[in-house]
């Protein structure tokens, strides 16, 4: 890694190319890796540059999954972010062992932002405070980052960073790096000088922050140059040859022809999370909260938080459940040893064998898309009339009511072509039941989405909240505005504005929500069958031993 070529090329990649913390961890590892094997994956890294710092950044700007991002050290280490990242590993192994390493370069680029994320204090736990924080903290992180690498660099101190030889040696290392991350969670926090910071992001960082700070960028890029290593040695050992050595003058010359087009991407880049830091701090002094301006990762962060909270809570009360009906089964086994005249009548009570219908919360899902709980006002559920649904008015529901389809669970439920026929009209068609049902979905599962939304997003081809929550927002947005456009956009829209970038960023947010929530969801359904199946044989277990006793105390 220390060649003329690859020295040029390290120097305009971070000069031009890099535009974030992750861009920047993912080069500056590259001159650490120190083992033969490492070096020849390097070459390919940055042969493949652009594929490598597109997958760096995925994980925010496609994947969204920011619960997967982070360790809350003293919430029971909860977070994704070690699921994830062996998952990426077994997929880099894979595209390297078929030598496909555009794809290798990529995955090992999305490795890198699972790894290094919880190496961010702010990914290591949550705060009204940290909430207000998080977005000036980075954006001053990423506008200090050289001053920071280089105060790292020149400290006397050696940065070690020794990966185990366990099957989880990945896990173990994310884990061991946020425990480190999260002693300087405070520090961090209460170190920072908003003020100052919003017009020199720079100067809200002070020494003690920038010693912080400057310690961890140097366990970022050791840790991800040990795991680089380490990818290299076992696709080696698996192959059972070298991986092929390459040469980067072309992609030396490729990263110079295109530092014009990325130097501008980068400044139009900058000045919208300049702006989007300048909105929060004057929201917060405004209003004392965030809302609006309120990063994306830290609200899905939030939310999920929720979900998974609910999810505990319920899952100790279901065993708690299960508990006091085996003492109350062993209660009333020894009640009827005593009493055999009320053994033949005897009927256990209601509540001896726990189902999913006991309760709204333990109820089945009607369908699969049931709405989510939600603190704000759920507008349309699947029990609601179809009229509440979009594009749906008086009219048209009575014509659907003539045909035996009243709420929106009726409509879900029966077929579009069946309906279309039945319905015999020409201008409902079974594309346009298609569309109005994608709305329907939607809103059920979106709780804050307005009709015109629903409208406007199924209008854009974005028919389903797996599309909306893996969309780029400025992408979606683009589309939004030019479907807008059109005749039916403009009667969705009956004269309001189209959304702004945040609510889209919201729409996204929140489906990514939802689809956790769905499968959360049918996860705990399934988990309540089961109890109820081993509620079932315990109690059958238990008649016959009653029985048995019985027949004793008879014989005796």
Excluded at 270 to 297: C, M, Y
């Amino acid at each position: 890694m220390k060649n003329e070529p690859n020295r040029w090329l390290l120097a305009i990649l971070r000069a031009a190319h890099c535009r974030s913390t992750h861009h920047h961890f993912a080069i500056d590892a590259l001159p650490l890796v120190g083992t033969s094997a490492g070096q020849r994956l390097a070459g390919h890294l940055l042969q493949h540059h652009s594929k490598y710092l597109v997958g760096a950044k995925e994980p925010d700007t496609r994947f969204r999954d920011f619960h997967n991002h982070v360790i809350h050290v003293d919430d029971g280490y909860w977070g994704g972010a070690p699921r994830v990242a062996h998952q990426w590993y077994d997929r880099l192994q894979k595209h390297i062992r078929n030598n496909d390493w555009a794809e290798a370069a990529r995955a090992a680029g999305v490795l890198s932002h699972y790894f290094t994320d919880p190496i961010q204090p702010l990914h290591t736990a949550q705060s009204p405070a940290e909430k207000v924080l998080h977005r000036p903290i980075e954006w001053s992180i990423t506008k200090s980052y050289t001053s920071l690498r280089e105060q790292w660099q020149e400290d006397p101190t050696r940065t070690v960073f020794q990966l185990s030889d366990g099957p989880g040696w990945l896990g173990e290392a994310i884990l061991q790096s946020a425990r480190i991350a999260h002693q300087h969670y405070d520090t961090l926090i209460t170190h920072y000088d908003l003020k100052a910071g919003r017009s020199n992001p720079p100067a809200g960082l002070d020494t003690v922050s920038r010693g912080c700070l400057a310690q961890l960028i140097g366990l970022c890029i050791t840790g991800w140059a040990r795991v680089i290593e380490r990818a290299a040695l076992d696709a080696e050992q698996f192959r059972a040859q070298p991986i092929p050595t390459v040469r980067t003058n072309l992609a030396t010359v490729l990263a110079g022809i295109r530092v014009p087009t990325q130097m501008w991407i980068r400044r139009i880049e900058h000045a919208n999370e300049q702006r989007k830091v300048q909105g929060l701090i004057d929201e917060f002094e405004k209003n004392g909260t965030v809302e609006r301006f309120l990063p994306s990762e830290v609200r899905v962060v939030e939310k999920v938080r929720k979900v998974h909270n609910h999810e505990r809570e319920y899952t100790k009360r279901l065993l708690e459940k299960k508990s006091n009906t085996h003492i109350r089964i062993l209660e009333e086994s020894k009640l009827e040893v005593h009493n055999e005249d009320t053994l033949a009548t005897k009927s256990p009570p209601s509540d001896a064998i726990p189902t999913t219908a006991n309760s709204p919360e333990e109820a089945s899902p009607v369908i699969s898309f049931q709405p989510a709980t939600s603190s704000r006002r759920i507008r349309l559920n699947v029990r609601s009339p179809l009229v509440d649904a979009p594009s749906i008015g008086e009219k048209t529901a009575a014509r659907f009511k003539a045909i035996g389809i009243h709420t929106v669970a009726d409509f879900l439920s029966a077929s579009p072509e069946a309906m279309a026929a039945e319905l015999a009209t020409r201008w409902i068609t079974v594309s346009t039941i298609h569309a109005w049902r994608c709305q329907a979905i939607l809103m059920c599962q979106l709780p804050a989405m307005l009709a015109r939304e629903t409208q406007l997003l199924v209008g854009a081809k974005f028919n389903t909240a797996d599309k909306i929550a893996k969309s780029n927002a400025d992408l979606l947005l683009q589309a939004i505005r030019v479907y807008a456009d059109t005749d039916s956009g403009r009667r969705h829209l009956r004269g309001a504005q189209p959304p702004e970038l945040e609510r889209v960023e919201e729409w996204i947010d929140d489906a990514a929500l939802a689809l956790v929530r769905q499968k959360r969801t049918l996860n705990r359904t399934d988990t309540a069958t089961d109890t109820a199946t081993d509620t079932a044989t315990d109690t059958s277990k238990s008649g016959s031993i009653a029985s048995s006793d019985s027949t004793n105390s008879k014989a005796a």
